[in-house]
């Protein structure tokens, strides 16, 4: 079956703890996505990836960081410097642009104890 | 900068009636706009993508259309089941290689 998986279902973190949330796909997709989703508001870019090895800051990068080593793998890093992390995270990918279908992955949904 | 509004924010129907979600933007000048679905704890599925050239596209009991020189979107979908119960969003592409700009969603319930 192709497609995105993310990992875990939910995540708690402790103050001043980094958090690294995971997506993989087998869609062979160049371009890959993170989205935060808060109640009531529509999603917002983070990061994004068009390319293995380079990737680019969406509307609410800062306290966040990503890794693109691999094709398959686009990892979100929540630091400690993101002082409102409690929301749901999206992964997506489309095969190279945002002109395309995205497809997304099931979420993760990061909870601050 | 592009907005991006969906009205009404929820919607409850009987099963079997004919309805339509209403998205409309501010920007005209789009390259395309998506329409997903979203289950409660869910990630997003595609429904249907329409290019700015088109007016609209049809998969199954859904049918979007797209009037870009009025900055609106339609989501029909035909014969309601309650399985279509659902948070409906729009998506606009504005011609970004990376950019979509969403819309809040319709949470939509259809009744028994």
């Known amino acids: 079956d192709g497609g995105i998986t993310q990992s875990p279902k939910y995540l708690f973190r402790k103050e001043g703890q980094n958090v690294t949330l995971s997506c993989e796909q087998n869609?062979?997709?160049?371009?890959m996505y993170w989205y935060r989703q808060d109640p009531g508001q529509g999603l917002r870019l983070i990061y994004y990836s068009q390319i293995v090895n380079d990737f680019q800051k969406g509307d609410i990068a800062e306290g966040y960081s990503v890794s693109r080593e691999k094709k398959e793998s686009f990892p979100l890093t929540v630091t400690s410097a993101q002082k409102n992390p409690t929301a749901f995270y999206l992964c997506a990918s489309s095969a190279r642009t945002a002109q395309e279908t995205q497809y997304f992955g099931p979420g993760t949904r990061l909870l601050v104890l | 900068k592009q907005e991006v509004t969906q009205i009404p924010a929820a919607l409850s129907v009987p099963e079997g009636e004919n309805l339509v979600l209403n998205c409309s933007f501010t920007?005209?000048?789009?390259?395309?706009l998506q329409w997903f679905r979203q289950d409660p704890g869910k990630g997003l599925t595609s429904l249907l993508l329409i290019q700015s050239s088109q007016r609209e596209q049809t998969s199954g009991r859904l049918n979007a259309s797209l009037d870009k020189s009025s900055g609106r979107s339609t989501l029909y979908i035909a014969a309601s089941q309650p399985g279509d119960s659902a948070t409906y969003l729009c998506?606009?592409?504005?011609?970004?290689?990376?950019?979509?700009?969403f819309g809040k969603g319709t949470l939509l319930t259809v009744n028994p």
């Open positions: 998506a606009v592409n504005g011609g970004s290689n990376y950019k979509l700009t």
């Open positions: 869609l062979n997709h160049d371009a």
């Open positions: 920007d005209s000048a789009i390259y395309n």
